[in-house]
């Protein structure tokens, strides 16, 4: 292992985590990306191997962070004033250790009976979150939109908690594409539709959901085959017309699995 304590902010090695931190396009570019936290760090070992440098602020650290660095000797490691390590962790409350990795290339199964299709979410924790929730209902591949934010991003996968590393992505789609190429129920989820608790959902499925505000494109809405909705008590408040995209993702990817897994 290899060990370096960058001070300097005009290093070329910090430039790059740098650049790798804040610009999408330049971990398309490089194929790398950067990972916050004990447990997603643990989660990329576990699943992809080990990283190809270790982050690590000065001062004491954790001692989960510390078990880590002690299973990862072989590592290359360098050290980071607590501010330029701040300037890299996409929470003020890291956990004090970040790993460099390329990105992963999960292979989408060849046959697909549950999907998840996302337009244009902006933003990452959100984008995160419905990722983790992907993976954990069984869903087998999630596709996203040019407009979305982008997956690899720190936020990103911090709120995903290890999504990205295990449930395959397809980044860029064209959403009707995707929908007219499906080979099953395709459902967009909208505030006006029929009942999601309704639909029989253990055949092929596809979910749609979109942009936080903006919800499933007009486009959209009319390349599927059925527009769902998730009833809600009282129905009409303005304040409660509408769920989290997060949160109705997560109630129509786990009503999918409760039908798939009744006896």
């Given at each position: 292992m290899a060990?370096?304590?960058?001070t300097s902010r005009d290093n070329p090695v910090y430039k790059h985590l740098r650049k790798l931190a804040d610009n999408a396009r330049e971990r398309k570019k490089s194929g790398l990306t950067l990972l916050e936290g004990v447990h997603l760090i643990e989660a990329y070992v576990q699943t992809q191997g080990e990283p190809q440098l270790m982050i690590i602020p000065e001062g004491k650290s954790s001692l989960e962070a510390t078990d880590l660095m002690q299973h990862l000797v072989d590592v290359d490691t360098i050290m980071l004033p607590t501010l330029m390590f701040a300037d890299l962790a996409p929470v003020t409350s890291s956990s004090g250790i970040?790993?460099?990795?390329?990105v992963p290339e999960i292979a989408v199964p060849a046959t697909v009976d549950f999907a998840l299709l996302i337009e244009d979410i902006q933003d990452p924790g959100n984008l995160g979150s419905m990722l983790r929730t992907a993976a954990s209902a069984g869903v087998q591949c999630a596709y996203?939109?040019?407009?979305?934010?982008?997956?690899?991003?720190?936020?990103?996968?911090?709120?995903?908690?290890?999504?990205?590393?295990?449930l395959p992505l397809v980044e860029n789609v064209v959403a009707r594409e995707v929908v007219q190429q499906f080979g099953g129920l395709t459902l967009a989820l909208t505030m006006q539709g029929d009942s999601l608790f309704a639909q029989p959902l253990r055949e092929p499925v596809l979910f749609a959901v979109g942009n936080e505000g903006a919800g499933i494109s007009a486009a959209l809405q009319h390349?599927?085959?059925?527009?769902?909705?998730?009833?809600?008590a009282h129905q009409g408040v303005l304040a409660l017309e509408s769920l989290n995209a997060a949160a109705a993702t997560a109630i129509a990817l786990f009503e999918c699995r409760r039908q798939r897994t009744a006896a």
């Open positions: 060990f370096k304590h960058i970040m790993a460099l990795v390329p996203l939109t040019q407009g979305c934010t982008d997956a690899w991003s720190p936020k990103a996968l911090r709120g995903g908690q290890g999504a990205q590393l295990i390349a599927v085959q059925r527009c769902v909705s998730i009833p809600m």
